[in-house]
Every structure is written in structure tokens, then in C-alpha cells.
């Protein structure tokens, strides 16, 4: 009899992996299934940046590189946030982790534990919760709102904060809804923290170069008061369409430093070499690709969410930022998970019901508009089919 922990019967994962297995299998038995669930860029890796990781290859970088990442590449990402946000970073802060996801699980780590309470955006990415619950620490989640424009609320925030928080994650842009919450809010925010100088923040600011409609996104590191306790998750995998590559960076408060350096080392010891090359390329060649791709996505926006809302008892709010839509579904007499899964199984295309990202996902479902133009159309015609036939036999 094998004694696993029992931290395991309380970690979750990703449905969203569970969902692209099933249209994967559907696909593999004939039929056309549209894939709008999955959470990454249906664009290739440009050029430029592949070819980086083959020449680091063929020039012989194949060791263990340090296990905060080389320097050049951490100078770059410092270089890369003063030329976006101009603020100061010092490459002794920044860490290369091979993946965005890796940046959480560890502030998780150093911060969960049974006893402590760990704030968390809901609906949100499911992987905070499950990192949390992991621990033994309570995850206490943050609603985000509709009303809101699914950005989240200082105020509700902050009244979630007891002598028992330890960390407090948010995310802008945000994961499942597109949310982006606005600078005044942000403000508030920070202002509010002053009276909780024992809570740590980890800033999930994955999708930063992902907005539209002229919004800003405001990075919490132009916030000195909260520098010496302020987390920031941050990568290559969206920006650069770099999802494979598992690349990623954090930037730590001093004093957590050495503690997150001592995880790499425990764990994965150093990001693949050849993959660090990329990165440097990716941050200090041509932007050109990026901005190509973001405008790409802004007209897919458009195009979801004005057919979206043209279903029947559907409604959606346009999103500022990411790549996904948070369509209302509530009036249609579904419930979100049983709709998202007669949507793959009898209409031919893959969303994610609201409730795998937080109990106050339901009435929603996400759709990634990482897809060609003519896919959204044709997803779009078969929703509006299925929902139509489907209310006629109610
Ligand atoms: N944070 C958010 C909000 C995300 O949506 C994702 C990926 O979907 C990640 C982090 C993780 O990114 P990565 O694939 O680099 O681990």
C-alpha cells in the first residue's frame, strides 16, 4: 500500500486540458470539432526567436545554465520592463522559471500552509485554488464581476483581509473573463494595502501587452510602498506565442529572493539553455510580431463578441484584454458546465463551462478567440443552431 500524501486528494488541475483531450478524441473519431477552449495563441513562434534557440544549440549551449537564469537574458528583462512601464528592476530580482505557472507555485509554496488564508480572483485561473487547497491553506476567493467589467474591486477585496492573510493573487488582464481593471482601482488598491503590511501580493500580469480599445494595463510594480513585498508573474508564452517553450519570469521582493532561487535548485535546477536564447531574442528583437498578433486578436474580438451577443439569451461583455470572451449564458435555461459539454459533444465545439475557473463562473462559459476568423463564424453558426433547436424542443 503506497502512503501518498494527503495534500493530494485537495489538489486540482486544468479542465481545460481535460476538455482538449476530449475534442482531441472526438477528432480522432471523425468528427469537426472546433477548438475554442484551449489558452494559447494559435499563432507559430516567429521565426527570429526559433532560429535564436537552434544557433544557441549549434554554438553549444547545452550545460546547466545558473538556476535564476543567465544574466543577459535577466538584464533583458529588466530592460524590457523599464522600455514598458519605465520602472527600475534590478536583474538580482528577476528569476527565470520555465513557465508562468511556475511563478505561483512557488509564492503558493512560501506562503500556503494549514492555518494561513491566501486571497484569489474567482472566476480565476484554477490552478491559484488548487495550489492553494495543495498547502493546507484556506483560499478565500475574490468575486469578480460582471457589473464590474469583470475587473476586480478594491473594497471587496481588501474587506477579505484578516489577521490570517498571508497573500493576496490578482490578475489583470485576466483569465476567463478579459477583464481589465482599471488604474483607479488599482490605486485604491495599493493605497488600501498600507494597512496590511504583512500580505504579500502576487500580481499575475501574464496577459500585459494583451489589450485593446486603448486600455492601459497597469503593472503593480510602479507602486514603490509595496515593492518589498510585491510578486510579479510574468512570461514568454502568450506575448510571444511561446507556450511549449515553457518559459517564464518572476520578479521577487529581496528578502524571498533566495528562497525561490533554493526551489529552482530543489526542482527543476535551471530552464532549458537553448529555450533562455530564445527569450533573448524574443525580448530584444523586432516587437513587430507581437503587435501583429494583438491586432490579429482584436479583430477576432470584435467579431466574437458581436455574435455573440446576437444569440438568442446570450450576452456578452466586450473584453479589454486576453484573448478570451466570458459570454452570460444564464437566460438560456443552461447551466454552464452541461452547456459546454452538449456544445462538444452534439454542436461540435469546445468552451469551457465558468465553473471550472470558480464557483462564480456559473452562468458563464469561455471562449479563447485563438482561432481563425472563419472557425469563430462557423463555432458562432453552430452554437446559435444547437441553442435554437434545443429551446424549439424545450
Ligand atoms: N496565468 C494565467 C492567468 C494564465 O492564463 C496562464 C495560462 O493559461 C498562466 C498564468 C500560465 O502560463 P504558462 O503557460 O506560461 O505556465
Given at each position: 500500500?503506497?502512503?501518498?500524501?494527503?495534500?493530494?486528494?485537495?489538489?486540482?488541475?486544468?479542465?481545460?486540458?481535460?476538455?482538449?483531450?476530449?475534442?482531441?478524441?472526438?477528432?480522432?473519431?471523425?468528427?469537426?470539432?472546433?477548438?475554442?477552449?484551449?489558452?494559447?495563441?494559435?499563432?507559430?513562434?516567429?521565426?527570429?526567436?526559433?532560429?535564436?534557440?537552434?544557433?544557441a544549440?549549434?554554438d553549444?549551449?547545452?550545460?546547466?545554465?545558473?538556476?535564476?537564469?543567465?544574466l543577459?537574458?535577466r538584464?533583458a528583462?529588466?530592460?524590457?520592463l523599464?522600455?514598458?512601464?519605465?520602472?527600475?528592476?534590478?536583474?538580482?530580482?528577476?528569476?527565470?522559471?520555465p513557465?508562468?505557472?511556475?511563478?505561483?507555485?512557488?509564492?503558493?509554496l512560501?506562503?500556503?500552509?494549514?492555518?494561513?488564508?491566501?486571497?484569489?480572483?474567482?472566476?480565476?485561473?484554477p490552478?491559484?485554488?488548487?495550489?492553494?487547497?495543495?498547502?493546507?491553506?484556506?483560499?478565500?476567493?475574490?468575486?469578480?464581476?460582471?457589473?464590474?467589467?469583470?475587473?476586480?474591486?478594491a473594497?471587496?477585496?481588501l474587506a477579505?483581509?484578516?489577521?490570517k492573510?498571508?497573500?493576496?493573487?490578482?490578475?489583470s488582464?485576466?483569465n476567463?473573463?478579459?477583464?481589465?481593471?482599471?488604474?483607479?482601482?488599482?490605486?485604491?488598491l495599493?493605497?488600501?494595502?498600507?494597512?496590511?503590511?504583512?500580505?504579500?501580493?502576487?500580481?499575475?500580469?501574464?496577459?500585459?501587452?494583451m489589450?485593446y480599445?486603448?486600455?492601459?494595463h497597469?503593472?503593480?510594480?510602479?507602486?514603490?510602498?509595496?515593492?518589498?513585498?510585491l510578486?510579479?508573474?510574468?512570461g514568454?508564452?502568450?506575448?510571444?506565442?511561446?507556450?511549449?517553450?515553457?518559459?517564464?519570469?518572476?520578479?521577487w521582493?529581496?528578502?524571498?529572493?533566495?528562497?525561490?532561487?533554493?526551489?529552482?535548485?530543489?526542482?527543476?535546477?535551471?530552464?532549458?539553455?537553448?529555450?533562455?536564447?530564445?527569450?533573448?531574442?524574443?525580448?530584444?528583437g523586432?516587437?513587430?510580431?507581437?503587435?501583429?498578433?494583438?491586432?490579429?486578436?482584436d479583430?477576432?474580438?470584435?467579431?466574437?463578441?458581436?455574435?455573440?451577443?446576437?444569440?438568442?439569451?446570450?450576452?456578452?461583455?466586450?473584453?479589454k484584454?486576453?484573448?478570451?470572451a466570458f459570454?452570460?449564458?444564464?437566460?438560456?435555461?443552461?447551466?454552464?458546465?452541461?452547456?459546454?459539454?452538449?456544445?462538444?459533444?452534439?454542436?461540435?465545439v469546445?468552451?469551457?463551462?465558468?465553473?471550472?475557473?470558480?464557483?462564480h463562473?456559473?452562468?458563464?462559459?469561455r471562449?479563447?478567440?485563438?482561432?481563425?476568423?472563419e472557425?469563430?463564424?462557423?463555432?458562432?453558426?453552430?452554437?446559435?443552431?444547437?441553442?435554437?433547436e434545443?429551446?424549439?424542443?424545450?
Amino acid at each position: 500500500m503506497l502512503h501518498i500524501i494527503d495534500a493530494f486528494s485537495r489538489i486540482g488541475e486544468e479542465n481545460a486540458f481535460a476538455v482538449l483531450a476530449r475534442a482531441t478524441e472526438l477528432q480522432r473519431q471523425g468528427k469537426d470539432i472546433i477548438n475554442l477552449g484551449i489558452g494559447q495563441p494559435d499563432f507559430r513562434t516567429p521565426e527570429n526567436i526559433v532560429e535564436a534557440a537552434i544557433k544557441a544549440l549549434r554554438d553549444g549551449h547545452h550545460g546547466y545554465t545558473p538556476a535564476t537564469g543567465i544574466l543577459p537574458l535577466r538584464e533583458a528583462v529588466s530592460a524590457d520592463l523599464k522600455k514598458r512601464f519605465n520602472v527600475e528592476v534590478s536583474p538580482e530580482l528577476v528569476m527565470i522559471v520555465p513557465g508562468g505557472k511556475v511563478t505561483m507555485f512557488m509564492a503558493i509554496l512560501m506562503f500556503g500552509e494549514p492555518g494561513a488564508e491566501i486571497l484569489y480572483p474567482d472566476p480565476g485561473f484554477p490552478i491559484y485554488r488548487s495550489m492553494i487547497e495543495f498547502t493546507g491553506a484556506k483560499a478565500v476567493p475574490v468575486p469578480i464581476r460582471e457589473e464590474n467589467g469583470f475587473a476586480f474591486s478594491a473594497e471587496e477585496t481588501l474587506a477579505l483581509i484578516t489577521p490570517k492573510t498571508r497573500l493576496l493573487i490578482i490578475n489583470s488582464p485576466a483569465n476567463p473573463t478579459g477583464g481589465v481593471t482599471p488604474k483607479s482601482e488599482i490605486d485604491k488598491l495599493v493605497k488600501g494595502l498600507e494597512r496590511f503590511p504583512d500580505v504579500a501580493i502576487m500580481s499575475d500580469e501574464i496577459y500585459a501587452q494583451m489589450t485593446y480599445d486603448g486600455e492601459v494595463h497597469q503593472t503593480l510594480l510602479a507602486y514603490h510602498e509595496i515593492r518589498d513585498r510585491l510578486i510579479l508573474l510574468d512570461g514568454w508564452s502568450k506575448t510571444y506565442a511561446m507556450t511549449g517553450w515553457r518559459m517564464g519570469y518572476s520578479v521577487w521582493p529581496k528578502p524571498l529572493y533566495d528562497a525561490a532561487r533554493k526551489l529552482a535548485v530543489n526542482s527543476f535546477s535551471c530552464v532549458n539553455a537553448s529555450a533562455q536564447y530564445a527569450g533573448l531574442e524574443a525580448l530584444t528583437g523586432p516587437q513587430d510580431a507581437v503587435h501583429a498578433m494583438v491586432a490579429e486578436f482584436d479583430r477576432r474580438r470584435k467579431v466574437v463578441v458581436e455574435g455573440l451577443n446576437r444569440l438568442p439569451n446570450v450576452s456578452a461583455a466586450t473584453p479589454k484584454g486576453a484573448f478570451y470572451a466570458f459570454p452570460n449564458i444564464s437566460k438560456t435555461g443552461w447551466r454552464a458546465k452541461p452547456l459546454a459539454s452538449a456544445l462538444l459533444e452534439e454542436a461540435g465545439v469546445a468552451t469551457i463551462g465558468g465553473p471550472d475557473f470558480g464557483v462564480h463562473g456559473e452562468g458563464y462559459i469561455r471562449l479563447s478567440y485563438a482561432n481563425s476568423t472563419e472557425n469563430i463564424l462557423r463555432a458562432l453558426e453552430r452554437i446559435e443552431k444547437f441553442l435554437v433547436e434545443r429551446s424549439q424542443q424545450k
